[in-house]
């Protein structure tokens, strides 16, 4: 999806391959729509005055969260028993700029639309994958108003045995990548955190008709304040249905070290060296 709204998002074509697990050229990818990804995030009126959208919003702080210039935190990601990533990530608040370094001292570098990653890497589609899809997935709570959002009721607002705020989030024709991806937000009827995503993925040529029979949903848990913003410290991935919820446990994520950091011109450029996509 070119265009943010980053982290199109592209969260921002964010996922994975192994047994049951997400895979970028498949029906289950998780991505995110690519206007995620060169979309301005700056606080802007709530569409059509969305009290959903801005009771989310407010919860996750997300006036907070806009007024930092960048965050970074360390990440262990795993799919089937399989790590698919370890290393840290440094994403701008507005998800226009970041830097993946593995533990291995590989780096990728996104700026909007442009992918750098070092030379020695391979399979540069999943690197360009991977480059927006995590760091969406982390700025997801904080992208729920951006341009080309729209939002409307959602009926099902019972999950696994839980009554939550729902709404269902669709794209504006035009935007990202993939307009025809869709997303279900769950908030926590208390404190109004976002509790689970649940998505479908139209990448790599699926209608929505496909995609729409093996949708995903990202779980946020272990939310811990960093400067006054709730943040999640876990992520799990399920496969999800309408009536069946969350069904099957697919992978997961661990963040740590979690914290607002300075950046500056330099930050995000890359070596001249680096293969670009």
Not at 4 to 25: G, H
Not at 69 to 93: C, H, M, P, S
Not at 109 to 122: A, L, R, T
Request: proline share 4%; charged share 20%; net charge negative.
């Amino acid at each position: 999806m070119y265009y943010q709204s980053i982290l199109t998002f592209l969260l921002f074509s964010f996922l994975i391959s192994c047994n049951n697990a997400p895979t970028e050229d498949s029906n289950t990818a998780i991505t995110a729509p690519t206007e995620a990804r060169t979309k301005e995030a700056t606080p802007t009126k709530h569409k059509n005055e969305n009290a959903f959208v801005a009771s989310v919003e407010e919860a996750h702080q997300r006036a907070a969260f806009l007024g930092k210039k960048a965050i970074q935190f360390d990440i262990v990601l795993t799919f089937g028993g399989n790590e698919r990533l370890n290393g840290t990530i440094l994403t701008t608040t507005d998800s226009r700029q970041g830097l993946i370094t593995y533990k291995n001292g590989q780096k990728v570098y996104y700026n909007e639309d442009k992918v750098f990653y070092s030379p020695e890497m391979e399979n540069p589609d999943r690197v360009r994958f991977g480059a927006y899809t995590w760091p969406y997935f982390f700025l997801f709570p904080y992208k729920l108003s951006d341009p080309g959002t729209n939002w409307a009721a959602y009926e099902q607002t019972s999950l696994n045995d839980k009554e939550y705020l729902s709404q269902k989030l669709t794209f504006d024709a035009g935007t990202g990548d993939d307009p025809g991806d869709w997303y279900i937000a769950y908030a926590d009827k208390e404190s109004h955190l976002i509790d689970v995503a649940a998505y479908i993925v139209t990448s790599g040529g699926s209608t929505q008709a496909e995609a729409e029979l093996d949708p995903h949903a990202i779980q946020y848990k272990d939310y811990t304040m960093v400067d006054g913003v709730p943040i999640a410290n876990t992520w799990t991935f399920w496969a999800w249905r309408k009536e069946g919820g969350l069904t099957k446990e697919l992978g997961g994520a661990t963040l740590s070290n979690i914290k607002f950091v300075e950046v500056d011109e330099k930050t995000f450029v890359a070596p001249d060296n680096f293969a670009t996509i």
